[in-house]
């Protein structure tokens, strides 16, 4: 009995939240209750899990009572564990503000009755994703959050989200038949699917068919992590869904595509065999990632350019796997989950007061709402690294593996980290330029919505200008709150704890570590699942 | 292992059409394209069991050798599961770009292309409201007639 017997309830506890909410559609507040109420629990189970790995180390189970190479096992190391917490204590913070904003109304993108239990699914499949330690059903949590992801996507059915939601539906199916043809193979080369028995068996494999079945791997989750040149679809599909949407697709779907490139690199093919293709892909991601960001007038767009260019680096410390690299990278990607989430959130706070996120329709945000510039700027800084936030503490820790490292490659890739994190930095100055510091005057063509408001009040009073817009977003409202508690709430608990990532960076940072030190030495993960001793056969040569 | 050759060319001709279908701009061919892939990926694991043998039911006197291996069979039925549920989703979000759109084909992304033109603002393109509703844009555009769309226009 150990305490990983209870992780497949952060699977099972979300999905039960999504059938009671299911059975609640009618009756919003009871759903909005039981989903909030569920989650919290799968908080407090997953940071017992994070806790039970931290001080114990890699603890596995296998399901169904079968013995473990052939049963369904599920791993809690430290690595799964953190992301575990970190991608639940988003989706409370993001299920919080989309109930907020469903219960302030004003708005047609406000989610209806069925985004409650898909969005549960959706954080079961995260879920199911970080802890199996069964490759088949890393397919499975996949499919199962891509699923969810496609209705929370297209909600509300409008043009542009159709639209958008047919490119991203058939990219996801791709990736997807892609990622279960490599199981295929490798199911036909080894004869399983266990990844702890796969880290044992790949390595007998004759080197050519090796090869062949990392870059499948490679190329499927890069998909899914939006790694250049296969980050096409993300910047044309994430704005276009409600704010809560967005910002929960930000930071958590790519992430799970880079955890699981990450448990593949370092299990199942460990060694330096495609590391510097990971580089050059890496550093090809942040450059024209970043460029992209640039050229966006759109806020939303603009953000989920630079989400595309801050996987990089999360490839990068990868692509260095050495223990600093690793170490940061798991750092990197809890930073950015948070990060990333919260700026998305903004931006849907920007859209409520502003009327619009199109930068050349905003200006004076500033004088309009302190509080809203003051959410926006702390996480914007935090995304391009100014110290002492825990943005720059990910990419210092970053670009000293990399000097460490020392290849001719190595520094090139450490010239274009700090080039991206100024790039970021003059985008995110554009936003605050433009959106938060001029006037609403100077702005090119005001938001009706902006200037209709009084400075002081968040509640919008005209009700002849706005509310008489046959097909406005506020028609028939002559009183709206345009900033509602919850949703600033939640948005100021998310940038905070991007803000705590910074203030407990040293504790993090040595958890980091250990799950990097874990993931390299490979021994822990297998005993865990196989039994002690197992791993001995399979050792890392570092 | 033994390798059926007959489900390997099976396999294989479904992946060619489907990957010719999904490169048509009919997205109800772009659907029938990913139902072919998602079988041949069927197909595929149901080859990498081996040879077909006895069905995995327990018996004293059969050796090990002769059953099937049920694991790629249980694989292929959640997979067959999972495609079928992202099938219906496709086609329901297909017929609601036809009630929408009136056409079945893949659109493109507006805003891509006002990025790629900028100067970046469009004012046909991005007036959201109608505009004898909004006075308060008419009126400042009466105080001043140069917006700069305008003047760049005029400048040229």
Known sequence: ?542 | MTVNLTLLVVMGVLFAVGVYLILERSLTRVMLGLILITNGANVLILSTGGAAGLAPLFGKDIPPDAYNDPLPQALILTSIVISFAVTAFLLGIIYRSWILGRQDEVQDDIEDRRVANQPSFDAEDDAEMPAETTEFIKAEAEESPGTPTARAKGEE
């Open chain 1, 1 to 542: 009995m150990n305490a990983a017997s209870v992780a497949p309830l952060a699977v099972v506890l979300p999905i039960l939240g999504a059938a009671l909410a299911f059975l609640f559609i009618r009756q919003p507040k009871l759903q909005r209750t039981v989903t909030i109420s569920t989650l919290t629990l799968t908080l407090c189970l997953e940071a017992f899990l994070l806790y039970s790995a931290w001080t114990s180390g890699v603890q596995a189970v296998t399901l169904g009572g079968w013995p473990p190479p052939f049963g369904i096992s599920m791993v809690v190391d430290e690595f799964s564990s953190l992301m575990l917490v970190v991608s639940t204590t988003v989706s409370l913070a993001v299920l919080i503000y989309a109930a907020g904003q469903g219960m302030a109304g004003g708005d047609e993108d406000g989610p209806v009755s069925i985004f409650h239990p898909t969005y549960m699914i959706l954080v079961a499949g995260v879920s199911n994703a970080f802890l199996t330690g069964d490759l088949f059903n890393l397919y499975v949590g996949f499919e199962i959050l891509l699923t969810a992801s496609y209705v929370l996507m297209t909600l509300g059915g409008t043009g542009p989200r159709v639209r958008a939601g047919i490119t991203y539906v058939v990219v996801s199916v791709i990736s997807s038949m892609l990622f279960l043809v490599s199981i295929a193979m490798i199911y036909a080369a080894t004869g399983t699917i266990n990844m702890a028995d796969l880290a044992l068996r790949l390595d007998a494999l004759d080197p050519g068919t090796n090869m062949m079945l990392h870059l499948m791997l490679v190329v499927a989750f890069g998909i899914k992590a939006a790694m250049f040149p296969l980050s096409f679809w993300l910047p044309d599909s994430y704005p276009t869904a409600p704010a809560p949407v967005t910002a929960v697709f930000a930071g958590l779907l790519t992430k799970v595509g880079v955890y699981a490139l990450v448990r593949t690199e370092t299990l199942l093919f460990p060694g330096d065999r495609i590391n510097t293709f990971l580089m050059i892909t890496a550093l090809l991601t942040m450059i024209v990632g970043i460029l992209g960001a640039i050229a966006q007038i759109d806020i939303k767009r603009m953000l989920s350019f630079t989400l595309v260019s801050h996987i990089g680096y999360m490839v990068f410390g990868l692509a260095l796997s050495s223990r600093l690299g690793l170490a940061s990278t798991v750092y990197y990607v809890a930073h950015h989950i948070t990060v990333q989430t919260s700026l998305f959130l903004v931006a849907g706070l920007i859209d409520r007061r502003g009327g619009t996120t199109n930068m050349d329709r905003l200006g004076g945000l500033a004088r309009l709402s302190p509080l809203l510039a003051v959410l926006f700027f702390v996480p914007a800084m935090n995304l391009a690294g100014i110290p002492p936030f825990s943005g720059f503490l990910g990419k210092l820790g970053l670009l000293q593996a990399g000097v460490d490292l020392g290849t001719p490659v190595a520094y090139v890739l450490v010239a274009g980290g700090v080039i991206t994190s100024l790039l970021t930095l003059l985008a995110m100055a554009r936003v605050w330029n433009r959106a938060f510091w001029r006037t609403p005057e100077d702005a090119e063509h005001p938001d009706p919505v902006l200037v209709a408001t009084t400075p002081d009040g968040s509640m919008l009073r005209t009700s002849r200008l706005v509310a008489d817009q046959p097909m406005g977003r506020f028609s028939g409202k002559s009183v709206m709150d345009l900033l509602p508690r919850t949703m600033v709430g939640s948005t100021l608990a998310l940038v905070l704890v991007g803000v705590a990532l910074t203030v407990f960076a040293g504790p993090l940072f040595q958890l980091s570590d250990q799950a990097a030190a874990s993931m390299l030495e490979r021994t822990p993960y297998i005993d865990a699942v196989l039994g002690p001793g197992a791993g001995a056969g399979g050792e890392n040569a570092p």
